[in-house]
């Protein structure tokens, strides 16, 4: 994400712009390492966009005032300052994964080929990748989509802007076309998921995220004075009134506005949008304290090196989950450490400003020479890094490919049973109204002997029936729906329920209309969990569902990747602990250390790991039956 520089020396350094790219840059890193604290910590995104479109036309235009704008000095400074951080975070990361995560390289390559050519978020999207819940597609390199945003952005912003200014000195002010474009792309997002657009469309897509960058051009293109004027109608007091209440309402967000929520989409990110325009124009104000205070220490620094430290935070949190690092404060702190250091030697070493090592030179030329050679050097290893990535992207196996053969088959498979399973309930009530209205017979009366007799051989009958043979209905993912065969060979009478990128907390409805139509048996496997986290409200809801009487049965979640496994199995097992009736099957404490199981996304077993996931589950079941 690129976050604005003071491009001209002679440009007034904007009061609160550091502190408020300080804090944006803040609310991100946070959701991403506490994403279950701070749930709207990806609001730090669009007041990044305001903050970048604000400082591209304000900047740009007092250029083109004073005869000092070029297209080509535009596209050159972009260039120097986004690639070269880019190029050494991607470099290193990936020879870093190449020795130590190698497998996590395979098939990397379009994803970064995407990164650098600017168009990441329609990758993800093609990926059908939502932010919220990555799971065959986790990569270090993920959060990368908002700079593709930018990217394109800076791409056609000079063109426009340069006829934007040649429109205006013929007397057409069309500055409110961008406001009117803001409004647009609001209304997009809102009215995709009202026609129920894909999540991961709506907050990926360029056409409904440009909102916040437009506004912030339109701010910027509205003269300073013209706004100063306008704020200077109200009292201090209103002023700081209206601050302490966008502020109470970005913190309210932050911690409860959930990714996943509908209000999201149709106010939620518009809304806080145009609160966070507000809080930038007041920001501003030199007669106020607050942009002063915004500019303090903390806020500055995480702000000045904000483009490096959104680079690095990410991929280092997601090597330390990958190589299943438990959370806890020493982790957690140590993360830290090693990304803000990683930002802080790419920030200094990129611009040249390694002042604390100029001291032990006495000759400068000597030690710039020294700099530029240790620059190649790191630039060359970031280049070998590439080298890497691309040779283990080329080794990746056919596994994926086979992968979405077998679940496309196996969902017509399940597809074909759920219709013979509706067929014979159709024959069975036929067969009901039939006898119906037939002649009754008359009941023989039996004896109390005769009857006992009965109910005991019924009951010998039962026990001694293998637990397999039982109605069970196993409910889950793509993991059970790659294992269908498997499954359905342990247990022939079962009614599986699976499908790709299923939810926990998608199914209620599900469970309903299963409780409804009797497909839901009496002893029910549930196997979900694996495409994100949900909160543990989402599971009661499900039990509650399934009421006490029945015998249920969760899957732990693995994937070597999977940034919420462990959070999700906490979960599971809380809920274990809650509900008697609920016993776990533990796939995770058994496939890690076979990791010969799982195919090579690091999530789905292959041919062998699914007859062990159905052993698994059937070894499960049999000894709870004791």
Not at 89 to 95: K, Y
Not at 340 to 367: C, G, H, M, P
Request: aromatic share 14%; charged share 20%; glycine share 6%.
């Amino acid at each position: 994400m690129d976050l604005e520089k003071k491009q001209v020396t002679a440009t007034k350094r904007i009061m609160g712009l550091d502190g408020l790219r300080g804090l944006s840059i803040l609310l991100v890193i946070l959701y991403h390492f506490f994403p279950r604290v701070v749930k709207g910590g990806y609001l730090g995104v669009p007041l990044l966009f305001i903050l970048s479109g604000y400082l591209l036309s304000s900047l740009d235009t007092k250029k083109w005032n004073k005869d000092q704008y070029s297209i080509k000095t535009f596209y050159q400074s972009r260039v120097k300052r986004i690639y070269p951080p880019l190029f050494l975070f991607i470099g290193f990361i990936s020879l870093f994964c190449y020795l130590f995560l190698p497998r996590l390289l395979n098939g990397r390559t379009p994803e970064v080929l995407s990164a650098f050519l600017g168009y990441n978020n329609f990758w993800q999207i093609a990926q059908n990748a939502s932010y919220f819940d990555r799971v065959t597609s986790a990569s270090p390199f993920t959060h990368l989509w908002s700079l593709a945003i930018e990217l394109q952005f800076y791409l056609v912003w000079p063109w426009v802007f340069v006829i934007y200014q040649k429109a205006k000195a013929r007397g057409n002010d069309y500055r409110v076309l961008f406001l009117m474009l803001t409004v647009i792309s609001m209304l997009c997002m809102a009215f995709g998921y009202y026609k129920g657009v894909d999540i991961s469309i709506l907050y990926y897509h360029t056409a409904t995220r440009i909102s916040a960058i437009l506004l912030g051009v339109w701010l910027g293109l509205v003269r300073s004075s013209k706004i100063t004027r306008f704020i200077e109608q109200f009292s201090v007091n209103t002023l700081y009134s209206t601050i302490g209440a966008i502020l109470a309402v970005t913190i309210l967000a932050v911690f409860l506005m959930d990714g996943q929520s509908p209000s999201t989409y149709y106010i939620g990110l518009s809304m806080m949008t145009f609160l966070f325009g507000i809080l930038l124009i007041l920001a501003i104000q030199n007669h106020l304290a607050f942009g002063r205070l915004l500019d303090n220490p903390v806020l500055t620094y995480i702000g000045s090196r904000g483009y490096e430290l959104y680079l690095w935070h990410y991929a280092v949190m997601f090597i330390s989950n990958s190589l299943k690092i438990k959370p806890s404060f020493i982790s957690l702190t140590i993360q830290f450490f090693i990304f803000i250091l990683l930002a802080e030697f790419s920030y200094r070493l990129i611009n040249n400003k390694l002042y604390f090592v100029s001291q032990w030179f006495n000759d400068e030329t000597a030690f710039q020479q020294y700099v530029k050679m240790a620059r190649n050097v790191l630039y060359g290893v970031s280049a070998l890094g590439l080298g890497l990535l691309l040779v283990a992207s080329s080794k990746a196996d056919d596994s994926k490919s086979k992968l979405e053969a077998d679940l496309a088959a196996n969902s017509e498979l399940l597809a074909k049973q759920r219709e013979k399973a509706k067929e014979n309930q159709l024959e069975e009530t036929t067969i009901d109204m039939t006898n119906e209205t037939e002649t009754t017979v008359a009941p023989t009366v039996e004896s109390d002997a005769e009857s006992e007799a009965e109910q005991e051989t019924t009951t010998v009958t039962q026990d001694s029936a293998e637990v397999t043979q039982q109605p069970i209905t196993i409910i889950g993912d793509s993991v059970l729906l790659g294992s269908v065969k498997e499954v359905q060979a342990a247990f022939p009478n079962a009614y599986i329920e699976a499908e790709e990128s299923r939810q926990a907390y998608e199914v209620a409805d599900l469970f309903r209309h299963m409780i409804a139509n009797g497909t839901m048996a009496n002893r029910v496997v549930i196997g979900l969990g694996t495409n994100g986290y949900f909160d543990i409200s989402y599971g009661q809801e499900l039990m509650d569902l399934l009421g006490p009487d029945r015998e249920v049965y969760w899957v732990t979640v693995y994937g070597e990747f999977l940034q919420w496994e462990a959070s999700t199995n906490q979960v599971i097992y809380e809920l274990a602990s809650q509900y008697p009736n609920l016993k776990i099957v533990d796939w995770e404490s058994q496939v890690k250390n076979h990791r010969e199981w799982i195919i090579d996304d690091g999530i789905h077993p292959d041919i062998g790991g699914r007859d062990q996931y159905a052993r698994i589950l059937k070894e499960t079941i049999e000894a709870n039956q004791l």
